[in-house]
């Protein structure tokens, strides 16, 4: 069968691999794994020509579970492994997934520089407001006042708020999902992986076994009020203000994607080097 054959034939299915999840019964990830697999097959790719990036997290368990070529990295560093090879095969369609813990703890810095040197790929966070794999501790978007083991009475601490960074940091797509609406987020995240540049989509993905509270986000979300805008300061003042449930895509930039040629247009290495030889 031709490329182009395979294409038109692809399926969710073609998607998945043979190994089991084992997420917790009714973690919000099973349905992120099926937006995962639902967009891939619009999209047209195939399995070979996708790559899943992720660090360490029940969310980062992801690339074990598509077919497509993928790689378990290191707690937090998912992002500088995608952009290298992003850059060196810009053939690929690549998404990495993340968890809050993984993508604003620990890979915080790598977070920002992501969005600010604009590598055309897709950023998913499964965003559950907990460290789940390591059983409860606070993340940086867990609410100050929530109660856990290791900050009794809650942290006290102002929540980090991706959306806001994601934007001023220079991230060219930016959108909220839920991941109790599988359909909606396989359509946002076409979107995300078709727009140019570095796009940054936060899936709230509930984690019924550290925070069955979030069981409720199904009664809390609601698609945005108002249409995705291309204006930073609006997008700003629209994410800075809503109520954290808003659903669907907030921000759609035109930056230009970064490439290796950015750099070598701009810079001629031997006018540096006479420089140094002064
Ligand atoms: C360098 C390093 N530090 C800490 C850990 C332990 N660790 C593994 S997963 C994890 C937290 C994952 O939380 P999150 O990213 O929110 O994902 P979730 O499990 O909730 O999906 C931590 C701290 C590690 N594996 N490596
Ligand atoms: S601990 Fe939470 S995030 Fe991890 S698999 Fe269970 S429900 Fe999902």
Request: aromatic share 8%; glycine share 8%; with cysteine.
């Amino acid at each position: 069968m031709s490329i182009v054959d395979r294409q038109l034939a692809c399926k969710p299915t073609d998607y998945k691999s043979d190994v089991k999840p084992v997420w917790c019964p009714g973690c919000g990830d099973y349905h992120v794994l099926m937006s995962f697999t639902r967009a891939f097959a619009q999209l047209g790719v195939p399995p070979e020509q996708i790559a899943v990036i992720s660090g360490i997290g029940c969310s980062s368990r992801i690339p074990a579970y598509t077919s497509c070529y993928g790689f378990h990295g290191v707690h937090g560093r998912s992002l500088a492994l995608a952009a290298g090879l992003k850059v060196t095969r810009p053939d690929l369609t690549v998404v990495v997934a993340s968890g809050d813990g993984d993508g604003y703890s620990i890979g915080g810095n790598h977070f920002l520089h992501a969005c600010r040197r604009n590598v055309d790929m897709t950023y998913v966070v499964m965003d559950n407001h907990i460290y789940g794999m390591t059983k409860g501790q606070p993340s940086p978007t867990t609410e100050p006042e929530f109660d856990t083991a290791m900050s009794p009475g809650g942290t006290g601490l102002r929540p980090f708020h991706p959306l806001v960074i994601a934007l001023a940091s220079g991230a060219n797509f930016i959108a909220r999902c839920f991941s109790g609406e599988p359909n909606q987020t396989a359509d946002i995240l076409l979107e995300a992986i078709k727009h140019p540049g570095f796009s940054f989509v936060e899936i709230l993905s509930p984690c019924v076994t550290f925070r069955p509270d979030e069981k409720e986000w199904k009664n809390l979300v609601h698609p945005a009020p108002v249409a995705a805008t291309n204006d930073p300061a609006r997008a700003a003042r629209r994410i800075m203000t809503d109520d954290g449930f808003n659903i669907g895509v907030l921000y759609r930039g035109d930056r230009r994607p970064y490439s290796p040629e950015i750099c070598s247009e701009t810079i001629d290495p031997s006018e540096l080097e006479k420089e140094f030889e002064q």
